[in-house]
């Protein structure tokens, strides 16, 4: 074979081989917006501050709403623009529970549109999702439903300058809920000891019925799925290792 052919078959099937691989791995490729489940994460305000260095005023003791989201598939319908309007009537609610943790000085709907966007435009492909008014709506009643705060506490598991075994978290949480979580961390920066607790995933069929996140049989991925594409977030899946459960005023500046 000529030297070139013979690159040019070696260049196709690496790319072969870096296309299966995707598949594989089933990322979100541009058109493939098939999703099997939705997940809804919680997040921990004082680590999502900790987590951009920002200056979080006043960040809420409690876990709040970061989204609701379909697995591997983002931005289903660009031409699905977020209407505020439509969810007016959820404001209060919305700005307890599903607050922009991030610019909580200013107007939340920013973080609101790009959660609809992002990962609404791909859940609303259900019935039961199938509007920005019922997205939110059942974003909501589910995260009431779930009362992860009020579980939390009844386990014992508080915000504290002790650490917790991540496994004894997530043994928690299964015993609860009956179904296996993720538990997301921000790997220990530089001069900390441990991890700390960043975000709970609690996952849900098609049918909004609890799930495990995990798929029969499948090792837990280190990575978090759904989000493959968030640069703003170091979350990762936490290690089984000891985590600091920050609380609020520890990280307040
Ligand atoms: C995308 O959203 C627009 C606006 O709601 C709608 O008219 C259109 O049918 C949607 N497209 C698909 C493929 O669902
Ligand atoms: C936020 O700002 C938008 C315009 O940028 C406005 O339409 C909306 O009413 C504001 N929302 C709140 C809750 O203040
Ligand atoms: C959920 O996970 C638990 C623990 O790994 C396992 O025993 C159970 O069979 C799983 N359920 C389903 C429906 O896969």
Redesign the pocket.
Known sequence: MEPAAARRVLLCSLCLALWCLRCAHGLPSSGNHDWKKLIMVHHWPATVCKEIENNCKNPPDYWTIHGLWADKAEKCNRSWHFNFNEIKDLLPDMKIYWPDVIHSSGNCTYFWKHEWEKHGTCAAQLDALGSQRKYFGKGLDLYKALALNSMLQKLGIVPSGNYYQISDIKDAL?SIYG??PKVQCLPPKQGEEVQTLGQIELCFTKDLQL??C?E?GEPEARRPEGQPAQPATGLEVCEDAPAFYPPPEEIKH
């Open positions: 299964a179904v296996v799930r495990n995990t029969p």
